[in-house]
């Protein structure tokens, strides 16, 4: 879990986040849970992030240091990106103990067509774990933090509910 | 058709001739800009011929250096599009004394419809209804005052030579219209060079609807339906539809009929809107007559099938119209979007700069004309219209779903767009409904505010993973060739 203070069109806002793809990722804001994913690669990232409510199209581009500049609707929103927490990357203390397990979640329904990891196997950040299928896609489900598998809950070819627990890492 | 023309206009309107020219094997000549120089009209010109400099006055304003262009590039027409000289008469005697055939009224229709005030009295002779107000202009603040006590508050003060929206103000009492009549006055003379003004009742929530015909020199005129352009922000129409919801069978013959007589009397020739204002009880005014192709045609075109461009061209070139009030089918219905270079956020003010990635939107029903590219720019000098994206469907729900769709998919990546408020209306449950009229904007505007909001939040999301997924960025040095729009968005930043 990594939190970021985000300054954009003179809002602030924190946002939290976590990996959960390759390209996927699940962040928090107020509250709310967004899913983004990255739609095409570039000059400009398309991204697509859904919500309960909807989902939306967007393009970022990223800049030197900490600006980014997003477009959503033909609407710019540049945005300055502040790391929380010392230096880097580094979550804040209480994401840290929170983060010592971490559940894998299905971000959407699908299809477990393989299986990559076993039990009590190490694995290290960005490995992957599990490919999830849906909508024709196959979809790499990566770990986000290095660890040991503590335990997998599903099998291979198993069907899958939106946010159902898949592993949980130590 | 033989002919060759010269395009007096530039951007989106430009292309939209050209392409029907390109179709009928009319060779065409665009005059251009500095500013235009790199422009997509002019890629698929014949010909195009230099402008020098880039104010409108310099350019496309210019009666003697168009003049000299067209004929010394051996045209045999012009065609002036919307807004610059389309409707001035001194421009239409111009090419009348050089031999051009100009596509649009003769300069003696002009100078007859002239100003707002000359008509209105056209109209009110021939039993048009009018808004209760001046007959003419006015001497002074004192007879503006007597006129509008008799009237009935609130009224509107116009500038006899205005246009376009602007020289307008409404007064809710003697003191406003006191106070009003000399700002307008003030105003008028330096923006349209006379500061003539007259008054009008300020009718209360009407609808702006107007009736799109078009005559030849051989006495017929035929109208195309009508155009429901009640969605607008301080008199600009930013959202137009064909035909109206507020229309039954009855209100749509007689201002049609209304329409026809007007235009009739004026001995009009070629394209021609006639504009009402219409309440709710069914009452309709005449507003003005806007005497050239409008820039929401293509929602008439989408719906009746007819290309407003070649029929102006036949008329122009003396040919009788082509089709007949008989054949005239309206079917369907369609919607357009007016996307402007402007920021919502800061007061709708127009946003130059340059358009990095461009993808239009497309589908079934759905047509945009535009003049955007990838790397385009918008420059300061003109207007902020960088595309109107029309949407038709069977039924007013289908149009305005296929638009939805289609407003999704549009990408103008760099100056910020009326995307947004176009995106949040096609969802108002009201504008969904029909239910709207000339205010409705105004009630409209803290939607959109909201909206604006949850896009603010959905870019922060978007502006952590991005820097998560490619956090070199945050290291790097930036290598490229320091652009014009970086340095822009920059500066944006900064200043904010």
Known sequence: MRSFRIQVNGGSYTVSLEQVGKERFQATLNGVTYDAEVTAKGNLTSWIVRTDAESTHAKAMNRPNDRVDIWLASMPFPAIVQTLGIGGYAAPAETRAKAACDRIRALMPGRITSVLVKEGEEVKEGAALLILEAMKMQNEITSPNSGIIKRIFVREGETVKKDSLLISIE | ?496
């Open chain 2, 1 to 496: 058709m033989k002919m060759k023309l010269f395009i007096a206009n530039r951007g989106e309107i430009a292309l939209r001739i050209i392409r029907t020219c390109r179709r009928l094997d009319v060779r065409t000549v665009l005059a251009y800009s500095e500013a235009d120089g790199e422009s997509l009209p002019i890629r698929y010109a014949d010909e195009k011929y230099p402008l020098n400099g880039s104010a409108p006055t310099e350019t496309y304003l210019n009666i003697p250096k168009l003049m000299q262009g067209a004929v010394k590039t051996s045209c045999d027409a012009i065609h002036p599009g919307y807004g610059f000289l389309s409707e001035d008469p001194g421009f239409v005697q111009a090419c009348e004394e050089n031999g051009l055939m100009f596509v649009g009224p003769s300069s003696r229709t002009l100078a007859k419809l002239g100003n707002k005030l000359q008509a209105r009295q056209v109209m009110k002779e021939c039993g048009v209804p009018v808004i209760p107000g001046s007959d003419g202009t006015l001497a002074d603040e004192d007879e503006a005052v007597e006129l509008a006590e008799k009237i009935g508050f609130p009224v509107i003060i116009k500038a006899v030579y205005g246009g376009g929206g602007r020289g307008m103000r409404i007064a809710r009492d003697s003191n406003e219209v006191r106070k009003f009549s000399r700002i307008t006055r003030l105003e008028a003379s330096s923006a349209f060079g006379r500061g003539d003004i007259y008054i009008e009742r300020q009718l209360t929530q009407p609808r702006h609807i107007e009736i799109q015909a078009i005559a030849d020199t051989h006495g017929k005129i035929i109208t195309l339906g009508e155009r429901e352009c009640s969605i607008q922000r301080r008199h600009q129409k930013l959202v137009e539809e064909a035909p109206s919801v507020a229309l039954d069978p009855s209100l749509r013959a007689k201002l049609t009929d209304a329409a026809i007589r007007g235009l009739g009397v004026s001995g009009y020739t070629n394209a021609g809107t006639v504009e009402f204002l219409v309440e709710s009880s069914g009452d309709f005014y005449f507003l003005e007559v806007n005497k050239r192709l409008q820039v929401e045609h293509l929602v008439t075109e989408l719906t009746t099938r007819v290309d407003i461009v070649e029929e102006q061209l036949n008329v122009a070139a003396g040919d009788s119209l082509d089709i007949s009030q008989n054949e005239v089918d309206v079917v369907g219905w369609a919607i357009n979007c007016r996307i402007n270079a402007e920021d919502s956020r800061e007061g709708f003010i127009p946003t130059p700069g340059t358009v990095i990635y461009y993808h239009p939107p497309t589908g079934p029903g759905v047509r945009i004309d535009s003049a955007l590219f990838s790397g385009c720019t918008i420059s300061e000098y003109y207007d902020s219209l960088i595309a109107k994206l029309a949407a038709r469907g069977m039924t007013r729900d289908e149009a305005i779903r296929r638009m939805r769709v289609a407003l999704e998919e549009t990408e103008i990546i760099g100056v910020p767009t009326t995307v947004p408020l176009h995106v949040e209306l096609m969802h108002d449950p009201n504008f969904v409904k029909g239910d709207f009229d000339t205010t409705f904007l105004n009630s409209f505007i803290p939607r959109l505010n909201s909206r604006i909001e949850r896009y603010e939040k959905l870019a922060a999301v978007v502006a952590a993973v991005e820097k998560t997924r490619s956090p070199g960025a945050w290291r790097t040095e930036e290598t490229q060739k320091e652009s014009r729009w970086r340095t822009a968005a920059r500066t944006r930043s900064v200043s904010r």
